[in-house]
């Protein structure tokens, strides 16, 4: 049984972890407990008393509520802050009643005074032990009510002497660099008020003592799957107790909940685990995979030609490129930026998806018969939520774009921004592109974002013109589900300049994630190693280009690639023979390991955030298979190279490992481990084998 109602409550349960809560004398629904799965209901603690009140605060201050409302006399974080019709900023949420349904739970709770209703949803993912939250707002009354913070969920791990946590951060071309920080009494705000999801910061969340490592520990980690504006709130309260929230960001945000609406919140996503960073990553790995629109299917090895032509395409030139990579293996050829109406440059043509007449004067139809003839599948890149001011659709349609009447409209990369929170805007890209994979034999679609958001305005909105931030990302999920629905073949891959667009709401829709618009292989190794920390191998795309070249030996680049869904982008014409011969062997050797790469289980032996020897594992579900890398970048020598203990491995059964001598117990590998030399700048690449195994 996944939930368990008991005298104060109820214990949700995954196959290893346990998430208690329950409802205290004084009538608050309140966090119990979080961590293993313990043998008996009675193991679980009682929900927790309000304290004493005194001067300065009330019961709230110290209570883990698991939906914290502002009101009363407390300061923590509040998931929900609200003013009703006659001014009232004061939300007092009682219980109402609970509902059980297979792994769901819903709590029900208004306020005691005004005609708002609150759900909470509870989803327990027994397999993936994973609980997932989201809340719903419901306006009983005849007036409307406005929303001014709707969070998803609030946290409560359990009380420890120090909080250290794990988050992502960066920049473009430089996304996902892992820190793990002592939160200091107050609160941390990791945030996007960019429109995405943002190249700066993650809503990915590991929270630890200070001691857990990548193998060993407690981790309470979480994520939310929303593909715009959020919010982490990191509490230390001045009580000693920690509380993590997760959800829609406040910041700018309004909402006017009409009389019968409901508004749901995104999903968050929490669980824990005593395996250390490394088992949390693979929790959620595991998840992200089984909920994959397409699910547990390698994805298949492409050329993008994005860094060998930039905008300058044409039939032949992506022709003589398709030539040489379905030589060298490749599956799918993906032609980037340029091919569409007027877009010699940047600075036009976002907005007209027609091709271009000069450059394909036969449309698209004769190149894709060529790549086909090759033997492989056709892809295509598209910015759907852009427009160049020099286009067709922005010369016919301007009020379209996000933009404040009275302000200029700043343009970044050239381009303003379509408002999908208008359902024209909405219906328009869908007839569009949906026009546009009716009529060609496209398979893959990169679905680009190159800009954030400015002057964010919506003239003629129907409500607070400040809703389009969650109007937007709605629209943009309408356009994107409808597309994918009424074409289920098409693979679609997220980009947003690199990793801006990358978390558990696009996965909904995307099969895979553009990682970073760096694609030099020792910066890669960094970029990579974060973004694992979330999302497993089987969504990181990584080329494979010509940056570095002449400083990065071609295998060192193609193992950084072959760590994820290997592709290659260089300009493939420029290559060698000997260049080309070796992407045609490291291409098949990837055939025969993608399936444990893309769908095993991950262990990062060492991390490129550590030092400057790292290396990865992945193993097969019955850790039969697996799949070694290892990578130096600079060490002075003479060095003492890093042990590498491997993990995964049935500690009785005897493996050996491509180019190692001899057969060794799959404990000797993980106690003892090895030592592989290597240069700098030199890679490795070695299967692990089970021996007897079938
Ligand atoms: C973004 C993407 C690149 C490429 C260009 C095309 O920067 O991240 O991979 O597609 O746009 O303009």
Redesign the pocket.
Known sequence: MTIIADDTGWILQTAHVAYALGINEAGYLVHRYWGARLPHPDDYPPPPESAGWVSFNGPGQMLPEEYPAYAGLKYVEPCLKATFADGVRDVALRFDHAEVNDDNLDLHLRDDHYPLRLTLHYRVHPDHDLIERSASLINDGGAPIMLERVLSAQWHPPQQPRYRLSHLSGRWSDEFNLHRDDLPQGVTRLESRRLTTSHHHSPWFALDDGRSTEDTGDVWFGALAWSGNWLLLAEATDYGSARISLGLNDWDFAWQLDPGETLTTPAAYAGWTDGGFGAASRILHGFIRAQLPHGERPHPILYNS?EATNFDVSEEGQAQLAEIAAALGVELFVM??GWFKGRLW?NAGLGDWTPDPVKFPHGLTPLIDRVKALGMAFGL?IEPEMVNPDSDLYREHPDWVIHFPTRERTTARNQLILNLARPDVQNYLIAQFDALLREHDITFI?W?M?RNASEPGWPDAPRDQRELWLRYVQGLYRVWGTLRERHPDVLWQS?S??GGRADLGILRYADQI?VS?NTEATARLRIQDGFSQCFPALVMEAWVTDAGRGQVPLDFRFHVSMSGVLAIGGNLLTWSEEERATAARWVAYYKQIREIVQLGDQYRLLSAHEGPYSAIQYMDKEADHGVLFAYRVWLPDPALLPVIRLRGLIPDARYEIQGVEGERSGLAWMHDGLRLPLANLESTVRTIRRVGAI
């Open positions: 994005w980037d930026d940047e890149w990169k680009d190159n980009c300049g690199g553009w618009d």
